[in-house]
């Protein structure tokens, strides 16, 4: 699920058109939050995945279920209108590359740093806190932290920026330990 978040190929040229539009008419944070929530909603709603990655679920109805989408979520005409034309293509199932797409256009544009902790319990403030400056001192300017929880990696963290990628996971421990062991 939210592994799913990496760019294509497709979801590259879709994510550079909406940034560029959005860029042009203003409404660059606005479509940024936009989809910010989106990708909240993919990570959650199994519904939201099927609609957009169904084969059985003709383009016209996945355009209609994004576009529904958009309006309950009172996002920006231009988000509403790009979602429209994605389900339109039928390329609703690009839609977590055109989210990876566009923050990484972002970041190159505004500079921001963003962070994705993978913790397998939620982390509470004061955790949170020490990742943030653990991080701020790491890369010399405060990241933009987002926060997933993932049982499957038993405990510790995995931290990744950019195409970096921290893994301190109990699970990735074990299986360089398992891996030693069947060398040995």
Known sequence: MADDFRTTEVGE???QALFDLADETGALNAVRADLKSLRAAWVDSADLRRLA????????????????????ARFHPTTRNFLGLLGQNGRARDLPGVIAGFETLYAKKTGVVAAEVVTAQ?????????????????????????TRVDPAILGGLKVKVGSKLFDASLKTKLDQMKFALKRA
């Open 13 to 15: 040229r879709y994510a």
């Open 53 to 72: 990655t169904s084969p059985v679920i003709a383009a016209e109805d996945q355009q209609k279920g994004l576009v529904a989408i958009a309006d309950a």
């Open 122 to 146: 939620p982390l509470d403030a004061a955790q949170l806190k020490s990742i943030q400056t653990a991080l701020r001192g790491a890369l010399g300017k405060d990241p933009e932290l987002t």
